[in-house]
């Protein structure tokens, strides 16, 4: 008996080490749950981008649904999805909010002039700790907000207009006609 179990044992770990396995290699690594989904976003009051003596805060958002952008001018995906978010903010559709997070004000001011300027405003987090409270694994990420300032979901990586006609726009149609 002890002979088989010397045998089992090894391949009943193995078993479970290649089901665990085939399972993580099924899920798609753009899907990263966010603990703060469903929840209220987190309070901040940062300076705002292109006024450093003006403030964005939690409370100049809540009240309307709109998208909060995490970017920034290292970001080279930033860079792919800022066409994206220009197309989306001239339908007038949802208000914009953008994040430059760990970046350089000039830098930052500089491309959005380059580029255009799709936010309504935008704060400034230099040292990245606001980003952190959000949960941010890196930029680009973006947040959908409700009008309690609820977010009712969160996209990891750049914004496509597939993503955006699929995921965001069906999203905010919901939470606009819903009081």
Same mark, same amino acid.
């Given at each position: 008996m002890t002979r088989y179990l010397r045998y089992l044992v090894p391949l009943a770990i193995f078993i479970v080490l290649?089901?665990?396995?085939?399972?993580?290699?099924?899920?798609?690594?753009?899907?990263?749950?966010?603990?703060?989904?469903?929840?209220?976003?987190?309070?901040?009051?940062?300076?705002? &981008?292109?006024?450093?003596?003006?403030?964005?805060?939690?409370?100049? !958002?809540?009240?309307?649904?709109?998208?909060?952008? !995490?970017?920034?001018?290292? $970001?080279?995906? $930033?860079?792919?999805?800022?066409?994206?978010?220009?197309?989306?903010?001239?339908?007038?559709?949802?208000? !914009?909010?953008? &994040?430059?997070?760990?970046?350089?004000?000039?830098?930052?001011?500089?491309w959005l002039a380059q580029l255009g300027d799709p936010y309504v405003a935008n704060a400034f987090d230099a040292d990245g700790r606001t980003g952190i409270d959000w949960g941010v694994y890196g930029a680009p990420e973006t947040f959908v907000i409700d009008r309690q300032g609820i977010i009712r979901h969160k996209h990891i990586g750049p914004l496509t207009v597939d993503s955006l006609n699929n995921e965001i726009l069906p999203l905010i149609a919901e939470l606009q006609s819903t009081p």
């Open positions: 290649a089901a665990f396995l085939y399972r993580g290699l099924s899920l798609d690594p753009k899907r990263v749950p966010s603990p703060l989904v469903g929840k209220p976003m987190p309070e901040f009051s940062l300076p705002r &981008l292109k006024d450093p003596a003006a403030t964005l805060s939690d409370t100049d !958002i809540k009240g309307k649904v709109a998208l909060l952008n !995490i970017w920034a001018t290292w $970001c080279v995906s $930033c860079r792919a999805e800022h066409e994206v978010l220009v197309m989306l903010a001239r339908t007038g559709k949802v208000d !914009i909010y953008g &994040l430059n997070y760990k970046d350089e004000r000039a830098k930052a001011q500089q």
